[in-house]
């Protein structure tokens, strides 16, 4: 991890899931990264970051954002003098944008990424498409067999929406 990695590093993150701070936290203490590693339930959305930072990670978190404008204006508010933003996440290529509520999935194209970076004072540097990837990855011939199993109906829409990704890919 990073924290393991670069002991001179202090890191933070936020999640919208209880039971994902829970598990981070026994990781965290079986580490004895308490000192320097924080995980917290709040919504990065509205909640302040507990300090200025030179470099912001996402991964797969802004295509779950539908108000990304906000995001930005709160986490660059935190972003020192020189600081970057490392994102991985999605980007349409569809010509327009995609939402998909039941997956809390709202893609953006790449001139909306461009415009929402720019309000910020950002420069997005640069743009990496593993859509082909990521579909490869995706793809389960037996999804509606294997779907089957499953009596989770939370579960059951996850899986559904990443078949339907795997199909926008």
Not at 26 to 36: A, G, K, P, T, Y
Not at 65 to 84: P, Q, S
Request: some cysteine.
């Amino acid at each position: 991890s990073l924290a393991q990695e670069y002991p001179h590093l202090k890191l933070s993150g936020y999640t919208l899931s209880n039971k994902q701070v829970e598990q981070a936290k026994i990781v965290i203490e079986q580490n004895q990264l308490q000192e320097r590693l924080q995980i917290e339930c709040k919504d990065s959305v509205v909640e302040a970051l507990p300090f200025e930072c030179d470099l912001i990670l996402g991964f797969e978190v802004v295509h779950h954002i539908k108000d990304k404008l906000t995001l930005f204006e709160n986490v660059c508010g935190h972003l020192n003098e020189g600081g970057r933003i490392l994102l991985s996440d999605f980007v349409s290529y569809m010509g327009n944008d995609i939402n998909h509520t039941l997956s809390s999935s709202y893609f953006i194209t790449q001139d909306k990424w461009v415009e929402l970076a720019s309000q910020r004072g950002l420069l997005l540097k640069r743009v990496v498409n593993v859509s082909e990837n990521i579909a490869n990855f995706l793809y389960d011939p037996d999804l509606k067999s294997n779907i089957a199993k499953i009596k989770s109906p939370d579960v059951i829409n996850a899986l559904t929406s990443y078949d339907q990704l795997y199909s926008l890919l």
